[in-house]
């Protein structure tokens, strides 16, 4: 036997099989046994036993002599036979085998040992088969066929591999994920056809409860036989379309209940406005089943183009609060509705509630509330997919068992208590009589433009809701879903529904998940459903003259108890407190007006929560205030001891008057000033404003930060003998993450800002400042302040910060450049080890040694000239003595500046790497290069200067370390 290298099967032994004949079909004599070997994504067999290949798996003994498989349909396994098993080579895949079309058929086992001969004439042949995603149909009969057929350890298998007694089943043992594909492939009708009927079932009384909702006015109990029939009507025809246009096989599709309150409420709007003028009672059906079959066709089209113009996502901006509080509303609905079909009365609403305080009506009412919680209740606890079903059929059976037990007539039930526990058994008009109603030429015109805003409600609301549906799906099946394709699905559905003078309708998500997971990918569920609605739609009788009433009222009861309770019960875990408030707030007000007034109430407390959020948010975030420039060590130094001066703040998100407020407190709480109690200034800016300012010609208060005066009370003050380095000098407000700026914002915030900041000398800087906002400042003055400075990008305006900001502190030293006797290679060393305790005389040291000029070589650079690009070999480090250099990635994205005292190429250097930037002079510039050999020389030749040469090369390192670090932070 072959030592077939597969990694880690993963079963256990359930013992020694047997396998008997169960079928007519060909056989084929074979000797020894077969190893089952299960892998993650296939199943294989094998010649000999588990122990000759190393592996845990079960052996199949068929020393019986005899394997069969059974005659099945065109494109299925057909006498199809496995040879005997003296192989020593890899096994032959079946799905290799795959036949080319539905009709074909697979290659026999006649071909395969063929095969298999013609490379190996003396081995016979060895079969495997797998499963995975493109594994053929065969191969499920193939597994279908042999889980029917073996028999051990005293039981007996049935079709899904599982045991009827006796020890576990080799399928479920093997390959447990196939198991339910080895039943569709050995009864690849029955599932889907009882899955089918269960779904109807389910269907069936929902749809009878909806036309109840939909048609609640007391004008339609005559034609109440009619509606429930276009009700299952239309049920059928959305499942029809879902069948044939949806991506998901399983889909289930049906009238759902987003769509209900918006038909009740138009279907009643038209009685109202009718019967005020006097219409008969023909012209007013007409005009509601005329209008809601033309409303839900547009409806229809609307979903198509909004999916054909990709604006699924605009749809779900429909907040879902008030989703939540609309479902809520409609869980009332459904429960107002089963109390008045239980009763026998019409309750509208809070108002009506006085018509049920009679006990005779309880009577009635009692079993259908009590049978709708334990619906409930079996949904919750039971996962069965015949649960549901079961209790459905199990209500009214148990109604006429206790009906025969008590020996009461059909005449007595029909009006017990004045009302009866079945409808009246009034002579029903055919089926194809059901349209009769449809008749354009009675249309009242003027009762549709009002319903109009309750039709584009309804538009959204089922839109948003059918991408809810799409959404529920979407996480159970594991992968994405196109939202857009989707809801065309859905329009589809609506347009076909519409034009047969049916209702609104989406995905009933709840029922394609339950389809979904009982591993049916057919959709011959769908076939199964539209034929079972349209045999109860022609039925020569009325269910309600048959089926107690309590039982349609206790599906609303069902219904509306799980909205209820999911929605104002289980929503406090799911959302915030204020949105669960805003749930609350949108069903109470839906409640006590209209759905329209409702939805506009939750939007607007929506909006108004969503600003108090944001403008709670933090829109300003305080950044190190470190530009990308290396400078020499002095101005280095001088900038570590006063980087608190400039204070750095990036903005972001839209900033409006919500904002405004929080912004303003932040930024003035990060500024420094002296706190000498000059209350005059303090009226300054008010001053200014009110005399419209010498904003460019008046010099502001401009002090040294020798002399500072205070502002208002809302910045931060210091005492006067407090360090000086703790004063604002320059403020910095990066605008690149800025959305955009309400004029509210701009005058209240940035208007008050560069006032209070031209009043004490504060230069306030722009930057990343985008072209609407930019005229928008310029429209209220605040670029015209002489305080005010604008760059482009972060770095810039941190650049000219810092520049300012050493000037101020000694105008004798250049913001970059040193001094004649600091530009020598001495001087530049001098500084670094000016703070040295280990070099406290580096001048002795350095007239001591040979010349640096010895070991360092200078080089002059013209503008625009590279001293090195990237790439090169880092085998030299550079002192800049003049000048400037700019660094560069990929030749156009810049990544820093160094000025005249810094040390570039450091890094890489002694990293031993190439060149990680380029760099190109700014100016004409002077630097003086190391190359490494020259390092080693100096070495050798003096210790003790090499030594103090690396000491100022890693100080500067680690500056430049620092500084990074800090520039980092600003970026995170």
């Not at 395969?112 to 995975?132: D, M």
């Not at 020890?167 to 056809?193: E, F, L, N, Q």
């Not at 809701?465 to 196109?482: T, Y």
């Not at 080890?833 to 350095?846: G, I, K, N, R």
Request: aromatic share 8%; glycine share 8%; charged share 15%.
């Amino acid at each position: 036997s072959a030592n077939i290298p597969i990694p880690r099967p993963s079963l256990t032994s359930p013992g020694r099989r047997t396998r008997r004949d169960t079928t007519d079909s060909q056989d084929v004599h074979g000797e020894g046994s077969l190893c089952v070997i299960s892998l993650a994504d296939k199943v294989e067999l094998y010649p000999g036993t588990p122990q000759s290949h190393g592996h845990r798996a079960s052996s199949l003994s068929s020393s019986a002599g005899r394997i069969r498989t059974s005659s099945m349909s065109a494109g299925r396994l057909r006498g199809f036979t496995l040879a005997s098993y003296d192989s020593t080579h890899d096994p032959v895949s079946l799905g290799a085998s795959r036949r080319s079309g539905v009709g074909g058929e697979m290659r026999n086992a006649t071909e395969l040992t063929q095969s298999r001969k013609h490379h190996h004439p003396k081995s016979k042949s060895q079969v495997g088969f797998g499963v995975n995603d493109d594994v053929s149909s065969e191969t499920d009969a193939l597994l279908g066929d042999l889980s029917q057929s073996h028999e051990y350890g005293g039981g007996q298998l049935d079709g899904s591999g599982r045991r009827r007694g006796g020890k576990r089943s080799w399928v479920d043992t093997c390959c447990p994920a196939v198991v339910g594909r080895c039943a569709d492939a050995a009864t690849p009708m029955i599932r889907p056809v009882v899955m089918g009927l269960i779904n109807g079932v389910i269907v069936l009384p929902v749809m009878v409860g909806y036309a109840q909702i939909v048609f609640k006015d007391p004008f339609f109990t005559p034609y109440m036989p009619t509606l429930v029939n276009l009700m299952l009507f239309s049920a059928a025809i959305h499942q029809l379309g879902f069948s044939l246009k949806s991506t998901l096989p399983f889909a289930i599709g049906s009238v759902q209940d987003a769509g209900l309150i918006f038909l009740s409420t138009m279907s009643s709007s038209i009685v109202q406005t009718c019967k005020a003028r006097n219409a008969a009672d023909a012209d007013i059906l007409a005009t509601v089943l005329c209008w809601l079959a033309m409303s839900t066709a547009l409806l229809g089209l609307a979903l198509i183009v909004t999916g054909k113009l990709k604006l699924a996502s605009l749809v779900q901006y429909l907040p879902l609060p008030v989703v939540g509080g609309y479902l809520a509303f409609i869980g009332l609905y459904c429960l107002e509705a089963a109390l008045g079909v239980m009763a026998g009365q019409d309750i509208a609403g809070p108002a009506d509630y006085h018509k049920l305080l009679h006990a005779d009506l309880w009577i009635l009412i009692a079993p259908g509330i009590v049978s709708g919680i334990l619906l409930l209740l079996v949904v919750q606890r039971f996962t069965h997919p015949a649960a549901l079903p079961a209790a459905l059929l199990g209500i009214p059976l148990a109604f006429y068992i206790v009906v025969l037990a008590g020996g009461w007539s059909m005449p007595e039930l029909r009006s017990a208590y004045g009302v009866g526990w079945l409808a009246p058994n009034d002579p029903e008009p055919p089926f194809y009589e059901t349209w009769a109603g449809f008749k354009f030429d009675r249309i009242q015109w003027y009762a549709i433009p009002k319903q109009l805003p309750t039709w584009f409600t309804m538009f959204v609301v089922v839109a948003f809701s059918s991408s809810l549906d799409v959404a529920a799906i979407q996480m159970e099946l594991g992968r994405p879903l196109d939202f857009n394709a989707e809801l065309q699905t859905v329009g589809v559905a609506n347009v076909l529904s519409g034009l047969t003078g049916g209702y609104t309708g989406s995905y009933i998500f709840s029922q394609t998940i339950f389809t979904m997971r009982s591993g049916i990918q057919s959709r011959m569920v769908g076939v199964v459903i539209i034929p079972f609605l349209l045999l109860m739609f022609c039925l020569p009788f009325s269910l309600q003259a048959f089926v107690p009433t309590f039982f349609f009222g206790a599906v609303l009861v069902f219904i509306a108890f799980d909205l209820l309770l999911e929605w104002l019960w289980h929503a406090r875990s799911l959302v915030a407190r204020s949105e669960y408030a805003i749930i609350l707030i949108t069903f109470a007000t839906i409640t006590a007006t209209t759905l329209t007034v409702g939805f506009a109430v939750g939007c607007g407390c929506c909006v108004l929560h969503f600003l108090f959020l944001y403008a709670r948010s933090p829109h300003v975030a305080k950044q190190p205030a470190t530009s990308s420039v290396s400078r020499g060590f002095k101005q280095r130094r001088i900038l570590a001891v006063y980087r608190k001066a400039i204070v750095v703040h990036r903005l972001s998100g839209y900033i409006f008057f919500g904002s405004a407020v929080s912004i303003l407190a932040s930024i003035k709480e990060s500024i420094k000033v002296h706190d000498d109690a000059n209350e005059a200034l303090e009226n300054d800016a008010d001053t200014e404003e009110t005399n419209g300012g010498d904003r460019n010609g008046q010099s502001p208060r401009r002090p040294t930060l020798r002399r500072r005066h205070s502002s208002t009370s809302s910045l931060r003050k210091v005492p006067e003998d407090d360090d000086e380095s703790q004063l604002t000098h320059f403020l910095l407000l990066d605008f690149e993450a800025v959305n955009g700026v309400d004029a509210t914002a701009a005058r209240s915030l940035f208007v008050t800002l560069v006032q209070t900041c031209h009043t004490h000398g504060i230069v306030l800087v722009a930057t990343g400042i985008a072209s609407e906002t930019r005229k928008l400042l310029a429209c209220h003055g605040v670029l015209e302040y002489s305080t005010f400075k604008e760059f482009n990008c972060l770095d810039e305006g941190l650049k000219f910060c810092e520049d300012g900001l050493l000037a101020q502190i000694d105008p004798a030293l250049h913001p970059q450049r040193l001094t004649p006797h600091d530009e020598s290679l001495e001087g530049i060393l001098s500084a670094y080890l000016a703070e040295s305790s280990s070099f406290p005389d580096p001048a002795a040291v350095f007239a001591s040694s040979k010349p640096l000029g010895d070991y360092f070589t200078r080089l002059t650079l013209e503008k625009g000239e590279l001293l090195f690009e990237q790439g090169d070999p880092g085998e030299s480090v550079y002192l800049i003595s003049h000048g400037a250099f700019l660094l560069r990635r990929h030749a156009k994205y810049r990544t820093g500046h160094y000025g005249q005292g810094g040390i570039i190429g450091d890094l890489d250097f002694f990293s031993n790497s190439t060149r990680s930037f380029s760099a190109e002079a700014e100016e004409e510039s002077i630097v003086h290069e190391l190359r490494r050999a020259d390092l080693n020389r100096l070495y050798t030749d003096d210790p003790r200067l090499a030594t103090m040469v690396l000491h100022v090369i890693l100080k500067s390192l680690s500056l430049s370390a620092t500084q990074n670090r800090l520039i980092l932070q600003r970026i995170v």
